[in-house]
């Protein structure tokens, strides 16, 4: 087989750019993990989705399916990897990529998928099977509950912002939100289940941005709009996550100088916050979220 001038080059600074980005790589850990795809588009794809700079490196090769995975093994894991790249739609051994964004990829893209057969129950095995049943059916209820756990402080904490708000109440706003901005920091997103995960990766930096806003001060006009921002993000958080009662995703189509804006609500009964006692009932549920 003849290889052009060109092709060699392309190979050559391919690898001497996985090379560079992996020695940049602190406490490294390389792993080799089976990831299903079919062509370039596929292996670009999959190396985007997985590498973040100066903590993960994905080296995927389209002929063996293999990728060679370089990370920072105190700041990721080789799961935390594999996340991601099934978010963008490749399967591995340990995640499967959601159903309707491999069903997004290019046609050329859409690898075979691998059957997984259930092992079929002999009476020897019976006893055992409905124990472990019974153990993998605890583990998911303890997981979701952490899960629950970790988040309800986090939405907690955005409706007592929201309180005060309604009250017209800047410092009070501004303590609340400090304490909700210890509440995501110490979320553990390795704890989420993929959905949420796959949110959170989405929304957390700009909660984070908003929150340290309402907290850095207590001028009220400036906490309300970036509650707007706030709002939004939360609301898609919340809708994939499991709450306990229902919550109230409400809008104003007075506030954000007459763009509307939204807000979550415990209560179904309006309370703006963008407004406090100057229009405290104007706005109207326009979803429930259980």
Known sequence: MKYSISNVMVAATM????????????????????????????????????NLKNVASVDWNKDSKMASITYDSKKTTQDEVL????????????????E???????????????????????????????HANHANHMDMTNTAMKEMNQLSSVFDNYFAVKDALVSTDGAM??????????????????????DVHMVWMKVFTNLKEDAKHIADTKEIEHQRER?????????????VSKTENPVYYQFCPMANKGKGANWLSKENAVKNP?????????????????
């Open 15 to 50: 690898l001497l750019t996985f090379t560079i980005s992996s020695a940049q790589i602190k406490n490294s850990v390389t792993e080799n993990v089976k990831i299903y795809g079919n062509c370039g588009m596929c292996e670009k794809t999959i190396e985007k989705a997985g």
């Open 274 to 290: 963008y407004y406090g006692s100057m229009m405290m009932t104007c706005g109207k549920t326009v979803e429930t979220i259980k």
């Open 173 to 194: 706003a501004a303590e609340k939100s400090k304490t909700l901005l210890t509440n995501l920091e110490a979320v553990q997103m390795d704890k989420l289940e993929m």
């Open 100 to 130: 309707n964004v491999y069903n997004e990829l290019p046609g050329c893209c859409q690898y075979d998928r691998e059957s997984k057969i259930a092992v079929k129950a002999t009476a020897s095995t019976m006893n055992y099977e409905n």
């Open 83 to 98: 996340k991601r790249i099934a978010l963008a739609g490749y399967d591995s051994d340990t995640f499967l990529a959601p």
């Open 227 to 239: 509650f707007i921002n706030l709002s939004k993000n939360m609301y898609e958080l919340i809708k």
